[in-house]
């Protein structure tokens, strides 16, 4: 029960990188991909009216977190104190620049919440990545399930660790780069002309670089948390994962080799569950790892709540998911397709 | 040690509390302007008559950066269960994170998927679909509102749980706790004074044009239909919902209600005070002017029951703020009464087809709009205050359920930040909200001649 209810949380983190990352990845190739207001625009556009029902999947992540895992949330969110705030903040200035930019039609108000646009998402990609390298590290986990954290301490990832040091750096850099490269796989299919000319080209480089990367980030991990690789050997769901990554980059290089843009960007969303799902199945039981004392790592059977509670969740979760399913095919049909971005405050966001 | 910055648990109240006043005058005009869309939509589908269409047009963008505001400023809810009240997520997180979740997966899921539609999609959607997208709306946001009550009531009214082997609370019956007493007519109370804002601010918002010779139309039936469902919200938040919202408090938190009611001794006949100071140093109403047997009689329906004081219970058990208590629930009930009365005032002028000529009364329909903000606010603050100095009535206190690990001045330091960015966020709105209501819905004459001006 505790291991699918792992499964579930991590299917719904999953889904919610795979559709925010759009974001984010345009967000950081914004200024790069679209040099006129018109082309800005054609970016705004793509993501405008959906970012709200992107963002919703870290309220539907963070709530199921809560009710099957209480203690995680409780230790984790109280830890990351302040950089939890710094992501609640860009999150509003990101939802804000989008929601009031497109409201007055002025090039100086436009390319303020541009800025604001780029600035926030860039540096979300940043501090989620760096949140992906703290789980991969683990947090100075005291014996009584709680810890406190600087944003950085020595920059050593041993010991008493800050939320950033050279390892969870790096991931932080690789999930910049990753989710750049999908945002401009989403860009491509989204858009038309000189941005998705652009787009097209961004995607093969940044999906170029994050080969190499991942190659570091792997050897890194393994320096880091050198556990990590044995115990994931025995869990079959590891193996799926890395099959699951290998499926995923074959059919987005096919894509981008072939110029089929939804092969493309199916290949970038799969990359993202395989590289997520994998690095989840290394942990697992594990989910908080205590960097001071292994003895003090909080499982997810130290962190669930009651039998009954989780019981209860697996009724209505499976009712709620479904019908997000059903929405998700709704807003999928509804923003299919290239984007317009005719003024008559229809069609145009 | 003494000193208010070195208390963690104070500033994370405040936090908390400064937070989600500023988020929830969001949603209450989400709430009450979501149903005004659905009506006047469904009527463009009935009649066919573009002035409808107009009018959904024009508040639709209303709706939106309104909505905006609500989602951005709402995340900051959820994460603060985790940042700032661990001790109390790690004690209740495995019952009332069931309906923090259910939010998610119920009413967040159904509102984002089908705001976009509402928004940008009429067109798109033909008036079938767009209605439907209305009403999806809609019933997205009153849900949410009913899972987040259900949280609240569980911590004003603890039912369906039960208690785990580590001593934190697990759900024993999921439907017990889904359908609380007091979460029904606290929803019940809570979704009418919604309505009250909705209903206000299209009824001002109607005033504002006649008084101005503008949209003369669409003005008409703003001020027809604020006027008609703002009297009979307002009728409904005070009877029967508010009525029994306060049988409630009388029967489950006895010391709440002589705290509201400034009531320090206890005894039967007892009085409702209109006016008067609570002075807890000294333990007495000042000068009070009551009206003799009311509370008694709406409390416990007899005017010979017997009502308890404060002096009744050990003062560890009084709520920890009196008079802030005191002057918050009667000022929302002298608010609740004016909204009753003017509400009243204005159909029979809008009946006698005087509405429009009385531009007194238009000044202050206009002028109104803000006051249902304040007592929802007022309404909400009786709620948690008179809640303390417990987080789960009864079973778990405040001051064992702030974050240990979280100091004071990293509580100050986001709470600062809070009040900042929130600032900015307060001049973006009315900023943008003053230019639609600038540009106007416009008249269906109008719109039939030429190009409506685009944004």
């Known amino acids: 029960m505790i291991a699918a209810w792992f499964a579930i949380t991590g299917f719904m983190l999953i889904v919610y990188v795979a559709l925010d990352g759009r974001n984010f990845g345009a967000g950081m190739l914004h200024w790069l991909v679209a040099r006129t207001p018109e082309e800005r625009r054609q970016v705004i556009a793509a993501i405008g009216p959906l970012w709200s029902w992107h963002e919703v999947w870290l309220v539907g992540f963070g709530g199921t977190v809560f009710a099957v895992f209480p203690k995680l949330l409780a230790s984790a969110f109280a830890g990351y104190y302040l950089a939890l705030f710094l992501i609640l903040w860009c999150l509003i200035l990101r939802g804000i620049s989008l929601e009031v930019g497109g409201h007055i039609n002025d090039r100086m108000w436009q390319e303020f919440w541009d800025f604001v646009f ?213 807003v999928s049909r509804q923003y299919a397709g290239k984007v317009s971005i005719k003024r008559d405050n229809q069609d145009f966001y | ?132 997208a209305a009403l999806a709306v809609a019933l997205g946001s009153w849900t949410s509102g009913y899972f987040i009550i259900v949280t609240n009531a569980f911590m004003q009214y603890p039912v369906g749980y039960h208690i785990e082997a580590d001593g934190s609370l697990g759900i024993n019956s999921l439907s017990a706790y889904l359908l609380n007493s007091w979460a029904w007519i606290q929803f019940a109370h809570n979704q009418m004074a919604a309505l009250v804002t909705g209903s206000f601010a299209v009824a001002a918002l109607g005033a504002f044009y006649t008084l101005r010779g503008l949209h003369l139309e669409q003005a008409r039936m703003y001020l027809r239909s604020g006027t008609v469902v703002g009297l009979i919200a307002s009728m409904l938040v005070a009877f029967p919902t508010g009525d029994q919202q306060a049988k409630l408090v009388g029967n489950h938190q006895p010391v709440t209600l002589a705290a509201m009611e400034g009531r320090f001794v206890g005894g039967s006949m007892a009085g409702v005070a209109v006016i008067g100071q609570p002075n807890v140093a000294a333990r007495r109403l000042e000068n009070p002017i009551e009206i003799p047997g009311a509370l008694s009689f709406l409390a416990y329906g007899h005017f010979g029951s017997h009502v308890h004081g404060l002096d009744d219970f050990p003062q560890e058990s009084w709520p920890d703020n009196i008079e802030l208590l005191y002057y918050s629930f009667h000022l929302m009930i002298t608010l609740g009464t004016i909204f009753i009365v003017l509400m009243a005032y204005a159909r029979i002028q809008n009946l006698r087809g005087r509405l429009e000529s009385s531009r007194g009364l238009l000044w202050v329909l206009m002028l109104a709009f803000p006051f249902p903000y304040i007592a929802n606010t007022l309404g909400w603050m009786t709620a948690e205050l008179g809640r303390q100095p417990w987080l789960v009535y009864g079973l778990f206190r405040t001051s064992d359920g702030y974050s240990k690990v979280v100091s004071s001045g990293d509580t100050l330091f986001t709470l600062i930040g809070f009040v900042g960015l929130y600032f900015v966020l307060g001049v973006l709105f009315l900023g943008l909200v003053g230019r639609e209501i600038s540009h106007g819905p416009g008249d269906a004459l109008q719109a039939e001649h030429g190009k409506e001006p685009s944004v």
Not at chain 1, 137 to 162: E, H, I, K
Not at chain 1, 190 to 210: F, K, M, N, Q
Request: glycine share 10%.
């Open chain 2, 1 to 132: 040690m003494n000193s208010p910055f070195s208390d963690p648990a104070m500033w994370s109240r405040i936090q908390f509390a400064f937070t989600i006043t500023y988020h929830y005058l969001f949603p209450q005009l989400t709430m009450g302007l979501a149903w005004f869309l659905v009506y006047w939509k469904w009527l463009a589908l009935r009649t066919g008559n573009e002035k409808y269409d107009l009018a959904v047009r024009f508040w639709v963008k209303i709706f939106g950066l309104n909505f905006a505001v609500g989602v951005v400023t709402g995340i900051p809810m959820e994460f603060q269960f985790g940042t700032n009240w661990a001790g109390f997520s790690k004690y209740a997180g495995g019952v009332i994170g069931q309906t923090l979740a259910m939010e998610g997966m119920f009413a967040f899921f159904l509102e984002s998927a089908f705001i976009g539609a509402l928004i940008w999609g009429e067109k798109r959607l033909g008036p079938r679909y767009h209605f439907l």
């Open chain 1, 118 to 330: 780029v600035f926030a998402n860039t540096l979300l990609a940043i501090l989620f990545g760096a949140a992906a390298g703290n789980l991969a590290r683990g947090v100075p986990l005291a014996s009584d399930g709680t810890f406190s954290m600087a944003f950085f301490t020595d920059f050593t990832p041993r010991g008493n660790v800050g939320l950033l040091d050279w390892y969870t750096a790096s991931v932080a850099l690789f999930a910049a780069v990753v989710l750049a490269a999908h945002g401009a796989t989403y860009l491509t299919l989204r858009t038309e002309g000189l941005v998705h000319d652009r787009s097209a080209g961004y995607a093969r480089v940044l999906w170029a670089a994050a080969a190499p990367l991942l190659l570091v980030i792997s050897i890194e991990s393994a320096v880091v948390r050198p556990d990590l690789l044995g115990h994931a050997m025995y869990n079959p769901l590891w193996w799926v994962g890395l099959l699951l990554v290998c499926g995923a980059a074959i059919t987005l290089i096919s894509g981008l080799a072939a110029r089929r843009e939804m092969r493309a960007f199916i290949g970038s969303n799969l990359l993202l569950a395989g590289l997520l799902g994998t690095g989840a199945a290394a942990i697992f039981p594990v989910v908080l790892h205590s960097t001071l004392a292994p003895e003090n790592s909080l499982t997810a059977y130290d962190v669930a709540a009651g039998p009954n509670s989780l019981a209860y969740a697996a009724i209505w979760w499976p009712i709620g998911f479904a019908l997000s399913a059903a929405y998700f095919v709704f």
